[in-house]
């Protein structure tokens, strides 16, 4: 599967989405670094990349279709989580094999305690 990762997303999970067998790019080494919120989910819908981001505006789905789009993936964590939380909730999140076939089309929201999915999967 492909990602790509915004600006707020640590490097690091970058290596791990690489580990596990994934493609992947962070917004920051294609130029995207600055870029607005449209310009990276219209990068994201070009690459056929599911986007990985802190970012809420992401979660609006009548702003961002996901299933006009290749997925998204919205983490939901506190501002002062650090690296090594973000890749350790991650990780558990891309072992549930299942789940990560679902992103496709969807809008996935992930928080410590749980993952919903927009539209919900059936």
């Not at 809008?107 to 919900?120: C, G």
């Amino acid at each position: 599967m492909r990602f790509l990762l915004d600006a707020n997303m640590p490097r690091s999970v970058l290596a791990l989405l690489l580990q596990v067998g994934h493609e992947a790019e962070h917004v920051k080494d294609i130029g995207f670094g600055d870029a607005r919120d449209d310009e990276i989910a219209a990068r994201a819908c070009t690459d056929g990349a599911i986007l990985v981001t802190r970012d809420l505006d992401f979660a609006d789905v009548r702003r961002y279709v996901p299933q006009a789009a290749p997925g998204f993936l919205v983490l939901r964590v506190p501002d002062d989580w650090t690296a090594q939380q973000i890749v350790a909730l991650l990780g558990r999140f891309l072992a549930m094999d299942s789940l990560v076939a679902a992103l496709p089309g969807h809008l996935a929201i992930l928080d410590q305690h749980q993952v919903r999915f927009r539209p919900p999967l059936g």
